[in-house]
């Protein structure tokens, strides 16, 4: 369909954010399996548990599927691992590195500004993610997308992806006449039945409008000084809860772990607690989530008319 589509091998120009703890295979291969990219997310998790997810994804689709990393997180044992079984990778939150960027994958790193978008070219990155200050969880972007989109676009020659506060066909059709070569959506997928995000977080997602959604640096423990956007309502419960420990998470073959107040991690089905306390990652486009929908028919409904 163009270039982006031709590069990575999807049918539609629509990529879904990997969200490290929400982004699992099953949300990667039922994106991909309903024409998008789809991404694993991946931050701290272990080896096992990544190669897990590795054959997970194999059984479920013969579509392309990709992984996304938080660079200054994850492992590079994993990146290697991922990058041996899956055709694209790709990097967040660190300045583009060319020693980061594995060989022989399709490498794209998302970006804030037009001088990290060169630089991840210069590292060898053959795609960019834009992303606009409206964008769900951490955000590197300081300018809304409107403005970064077309920048990005006339500075680098490789397909440009457009994320932040995307939910709609309509901001489909928008960041596409902008000059974006695809869309990247986060939020909208958190809503889906094949997330692994927390009932209670997803439930909090459809009963909230885009004003909900507020750009701050309160989740910061574990992850300091990183804007992010979250549910105005997690920070205030947050600030309400009696404890430092509101929750605990047991990650698939890993340790329990405690869900610290104001903690970088999101709340997921391992996850019990306070989860309105949790960081409820969300970006401007949780005004389209009104419900929740299979992955399926979030892509049908944004890629509508496409041909
Ligand atoms: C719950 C959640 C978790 C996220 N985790 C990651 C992540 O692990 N890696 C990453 O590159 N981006 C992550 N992002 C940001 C997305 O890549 C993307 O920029 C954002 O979702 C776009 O805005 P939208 O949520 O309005 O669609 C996350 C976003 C959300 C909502």
Same mark, same amino acid.
């Given at each position: 369909m163009n270039r982006f589509t031709d590069l990575v091998g999807s049918r539609w120009p629509l990529?879904?954010?990997?969200?490290?703890?929400?982004?699992?295979?099953?949300?990667?291969?039922a994106v991909s399996n309903a024409g998008g990219l789809g991404m694993i997310g991946v931050g701290r998790q272990? $080896?096992?548990?990544?190669?897990?997810?590795?054959? &997970?994804?194999?059984?479920?689709?013969? %579509? *392309?599927?990709?992984?996304?990393?938080?660079?200054?997180?994850?492992?590079?044992?994993?990146?290697? $691992?991922?990058?041996?079984?899956?055709?694209?990778? &790709?990097?967040?939150?660190?300045?583009? %590195? *060319?020693?980061?960027v594995p060989a022989n994958v399709i490498c794209g790193w998302q970006v804030g500004s037009v001088d990290e978008a060169k630089a991840a070219v210069d590292a060898g990155c053959r795609y960019v993610i834009a992303q606009g200050m409206e964008a769900g969880g951490h955000v590197r972007g300081h300018v809304p997308l409107a403005e970064l989109l077309p920048a990005v676009r006339s500075a680098v020659d490789v397909?440009?992806?457009?994320?932040?506060?995307?939910g709609t066909a309509a901001a489909v059709r928008a960041a596409l006449r902008l000059g974006a070569d695809a869309v990247r959506v986060g939020?909208?997928?958190?809503?889906?039945?094949?997330?692994?995000?927390?009932?209670?977080?997803?439930?909090?997602l459809v009963g909230a409008s885009s004003d909900d959604s507020v750009l701050t640096e309160a989740f910061g423990i574990g992850w300091p000084n990183a804007p992010h956007r979250v549910l105005r309502s997690a920070i205030d419960a947050a600030g309400a809860a009696p404890s430092d420990v509101v929750g605990e998470t047991?990650?698939?073959g890993g340790k329990p772990m405690p869900m610290l107040r104001f903690g970088a991690s999101s709340p997921n089905r391992d996850t019990t607690g306070d989860i309105s306390a949790m960081?409820?990652?969300?970006?401007?486009?949780?005004?389209?989530?009104?419900?929740?929908?299979?992955?399926a028919e979030v892509v049908a409904e944004l890629c509508a008319g496409f041909d």
């Open positions: 990529q879904q954010a990997g969200m490290s703890g929400t982004a699992t295979a099953t949300l990667a291969a272990h $080896l096992a548990v990544i190669e897990r997810y590795l054959d &997970e994804v194999a059984a479920l689709t013969t %579509d *392309p599927v990709g992984c996304t990393c938080i660079a200054h997180l994850v492992q590079p044992d994993v990146v290697e $691992l991922v990058a041996s079984r899956l055709p694209i990778v &790709e990097f967040f939150y660190e300045w583009p %590195d *060319p020693a980061r397909p440009v992806v457009a994320a932040g506060g995307i939020t909208r997928f958190v809503a889906t039945r094949e997330s692994y995000a927390h009932p209670a977080y997803i439930d909090a047991v990650p698939r960081a409820l990652y969300a970006g401007v486009s949780v005004g389209a989530v009104d419900r929740v929908m299979t992955a």
